[in-house]
């Protein structure tokens, strides 16, 4: 079955303590993307990938990390959490980047106290 | 300044009664127009990729069409099932970022 697998689906943490949220997906997609959704700001793009080993910011990259040393893993790394990166995470891949067909995990429910 | 509106924020409908969607940009330049369904705790789920004025895309019940300013996603005899939140995304000409909306909560009562 053609996805996008997200762990852990939920986390909880404590602030400075560095987490790995991983990221995989089966299709051969070339672009992927991570996204956090807060209630009334809809979701915004933190960081994405056109392709292996290339990376760039989007909207929100501050306190995040991303690398993509394979092309079907993009994992997000918060070096040091604080609680305003409690959110809903969504990780999200495309075939090609003009497309926006995006196919997305099912979420990371992470809280940071 | 938001790019891209959504209205309304929440749709309550009857079972049957046929309403619409919309989704308004602001910058020039437009690359693609792109609709999602999200369910409760589920990731979005692709609907539909508009990329010129004109253009209209059909699936079941709904349908999305673009405008130079704006797209809706009509949705004719709503069932129960379509009840979720729909989220509008546009990608511009310029950069490879991708601005979604924040939704339009749709509840349909049987």
């Known amino acids: 079955e053609a996805q996008v697998t997200q762990n852990p689906r939920y986390l909880i943490t404590v602030t400075g303590k560095k987490l790995t949220v991983t990221c995989s997906q089966n299709?051969?997609?070339?672009?992927m993307s991570w996204y956090r959704q807060d209630p009334g700001l809809g979701l915004r793009q933190i960081y994405y990938?056109?392709?292996?080993?290339?990376?760039d910011k989007g909207d929100v990259p501050e306190g995040y990390k991303v690398s993509r040393k394979e092309k079907r893993n993009f994992p997000l790394i918060l070096e040091s959490p604080s609680p305003n990166q409690t959110s809903l995470y969504f990780c999200a891949s495309s075939p090609d980047r003009s497309v926006g067909g995006y196919t997305f995990g099912s979420g990371t429910r992470l809280t940071v106290v | 300044e938001d790019q891209v509106t959504q209205s309304p924020e929440a749709l309550r409908l009857q079972e049957g009664e046929s309403s619409s969607l919309n989704c308004s940009y602001t910058?020039?330049?437009?690359?693609?127009l792109f609709w999602y369904r999200q369910d409760p705790g589920k990731g979005p789920e692709f609907l539909f990729t508009l990329y010129s004025a004109g253009e209209e895309k059909e699936k079941e019940r709904l349908k999305a069409t673009l405008t130079k300013k704006e797209s809706f996603l009509h949705i004719t005899a709503p069932k129960p099932e379509d009840s979720a939140t729909y989220l509008c995304a546009v990608r511009w000409n310029t950069g490879n970022q991708f601005y979604f909306g924040t939704g339009t909560s749709l509840t349909v009562i049987p």
């Open positions: 910058v020039s330049g437009l690359r693609g």
């Open positions: 990938s056109m392709n292996v080993e290339v990376t």
């Open positions: 299709m051969n997609h070339e672009y």
